[in-house]
C-alpha cells in the first residue's frame, strides 16, 4: 500500500510539472498524413490483348465484371445517336438469342448486364456466374443488331428529346459543350431530332464491329471470387474475342477563349436563368496539379460550404444552390460554374460568381478554411476506398493514363501538403474570370443587362441544341421599349401604387347572349393568393365555380369537384395576385414588343404575351395614346388542340375604394363557340373579403 501510495505521489508531481509548461492557447499540430497502403488486385493479361483486374471482396456471394474500352472513335457528326445506341443494341439480342430469351436469361439468375458505348458490366451472385458471363461474352461477341430494335431505340429517344426541349438544364449542357469544345469535338456533339433520324443499322454495327475489341479493353472483377477463378473464367468466356485493329482519331486541338463571350439561349416564359461560366482548361488525369486544383474548388463551390453557396444562397437568397466543379478527364478538362436563379437577379448573380473567381485568385484562403477543405476531402477519400471496385478502378486508372504508381497511395499526402499559396497559384491558373464563355438560359427580357459582360457588348444566340439562332432583341416601336408600353399601361390603370394598395376585388357582371342575360358572373380575389369565379344561370338554377386558395384549387359544376392542377391551376394562381403585373415573372408570364397595330382605326402596341412553359401565347394590343388594353387575341392548348379567341375591352372606369383603380366594365369575347358580352354591374376594391369564400 505504501508503494502504490508513493507512486500516485510521483505521477501527481510528474504530471504537474507538465501542466506548468502545456501552453494551452496553442493549437496541437496536426500529424503527419498517413501513408495508404492500397491492396493491389491481381491483374493477367489474355493472349488476344485483354486486361484484367482482380479484387477479392468475400464479405457477400456476388461478383460484378465490368469493361471498359480505351478508345478515342471517330465523331459522329450528324448521325448524333450513334454512340447512345449501340450500347442499348448490344444487349437486345444476340446470333443465339432472342431479346425477350436474353432477358429472361438474366431475369433468371436475378442477374443485371448493361451496356454502354465504350463499357458493358454484369453483377449476380457468385454461384450463378458461369451463366453471368455466358450471357455478357455472348452480348459482347454476338450482337445481333435488328432494324426493329433499332426503331424502338430511335423512338424512344425522340420522345425523350421532346420531353427534355424546354428543359433549361438540358439546354445549358447542350450548349456550354458546343461553346467550349465546338461541334467537331466529341465533348460538344449534340444529338437532336434530326441526327437520330440519320443514324442506320449499318453505322450501328460498323462502330460496335470496329471498337468492341478486347486489346482495348480493361476488365475489373470485383467480389467473391479467387485470382485463380477469375483467370479460368475469363479465359474460357472472353478468350475467343478476336483482337484487331482499332483507330484512335486526333480531335480537334481546344483552348481557352481569348476574352470574355456571353452566350444566351431564349427560353420565353421562363421565370428563372440558368448560369455557367465556364471554359476548357488543359488538366491531365493524373497530373500533380489535379488534387491541388481539386482543394481550390473545393472552397470556391465544391459544396453548400463553398464561397458561391454562401454567397448567392446564404447572403443574398437568389438562388437554391451555386456550384464550380473543375474536371480532369480523358481527352480535355473543363471548369464550370453554376447557379440556377430567379430572372430579375440574373446579372446580380453572374456580377457575384465574377467576382468570386477574382477573389479566390486575389485573396489568400486563410488556413482554418483551408485544413476544413483537406479534411473533408481525406474524409471522402477514405469512404471510397471501402468499395472494392474503387481499387480496381484506381488500379485501371494507373494502366490506362500512365499515371504514378503510388499515385492514389500518396493521395492523403498529396492533400495535406496543400498551402494557401498552392490555393492561389491553381486560382491564378484555372480561374479566368476574362476569358469564359458565360452561358445564360432565361428570358429574353434580361438580354441588353447581359451586354455588360461582353468586351464589345455582344451576345451570342443559340437554340436548345446548340445551333446559331436568330439573335431576340428588346424591340423598340416608335421610341418606346418593352418597359416603357408596359409601364404605359399600369399607369393607365391607375399606377403602380394603386395595383399594390390592392387587397381585395369584388366584381359582379352580366353575361349576354344575343342581347339577353343568360348568366350571373361573380369574381372574388383577395390578393395574393385567393380567386374565386362563379357562373349562375338564372333559368336552371345551375352553378359553375373555380376556386383557388394558395397552391390549390379546384372547379365544381353539378355537384362534382376536380382538383386543378398544373397549368391551369398556374393560371388561376395568376388571377389571383391582383400585383401580378407588376411582378410576372413569378407566374412564368413574358411579355415582347411586336409592332405596331391598327385595331378599328386605333393605333396600338402590339404585345406577345407567353406563359405556362409557353403553352399559352396571347397578343395583347394596348392603346398608344390611352394605354389601356383594347383587344386581346388569346391561344390556348385545350384537350390537345389549339382554340383562339379574341377579347376586346372597353368602358374602363374606377373601381369603388381602389384609388383611382381602372377595370373595363365592357368586354366582349369571340370564339368558335359564339359571342358572348359580360357587362360588369357592380365592382368595388378593399371590401374585407371573408377567407371562407374560398374554402
Known sequence: MKKLFFSICALAVVTASQAQTLDRSIKPQPGPAPEIHLKQPATFTLPNGLKVFVVENHKMPVVTYSIQLDIRPELQGDKVGIQSFVGELITRGTSSRSKDQFDRAVDDIGAQIN????????????????TLLALMSDALMHADFQQDQLDKIVNQAKSSLIASENDADNMLSNVAGVVNFGKNHP?????????????????CRHY?????????????????????QAKALVTKYFGNWQKSNVPRTTYPEVTTPDQTSVDFVNRPGAVQSVVNITYPVALSIGSPEVVKAHVMNQILGGGSSGRLFQNLREKHGWTYGSYSSVSAVDIIGSLTL???????????SITEMLREMDSIRSYPVDQKTLDGVKNYMSGVFALRLENPQTIAQYAINIDRYNMPKDYYNNYLKHVAAVTPGDVEAMAQQYMLPKKAHIVVVGNSSEINKLKQFSPDGKINFYDAYGNPAKPVESKEVNGKKMEDVLNLYINALGGKEAIKGLKDLTIYGDVKIGGVVLMKLTNLTVSPDKYLQQVYQPSSGKTQKIVVNGDKGYTEAG????????????TYQAEADLQSLLHPEQYGISYALVDMADVDGVQAYEVSKISNNGKDKSIMYIDAQTGLLIKETVNQIQGGQPVLTNKFYSDYQEVKGGNGYKIPFKMIIKSAQGTQEIDVTRAKANDGIKDKKFE
Open 115 to 130: 451496356a454502354g458505348s465504350s463499357s458493358m458490366s454484369g453483377v449476380s451472385l457468385s454461384k450463378y456466374q458461369d
Open 187 to 203: 465533348y460538344g456533339e449534340v444529338m437532336t431530332l434530326q441526327t437520330i433520324q440519320n443514324v442506320t443499322l449499318k453505322d
Open 208 to 228: 460496335y464491329q470496329t471498337y468492341f475489341r478486347p486489346n482495348v479493353a480493361y476488365m475489373a472483377v470485383v467480389g467473391d471470387i479467387t485470382p485463380e
Open 338 to 348: 453554376y447557379a440556377k436563379c430567379r430572372i430579375v437577379v440574373t446579372t446580380g
Open 559 to 570: 355537384g362534382q369537384k376536380h382538383d386543378l392542377a398544373g397549368n391551369t391551376l398556374s
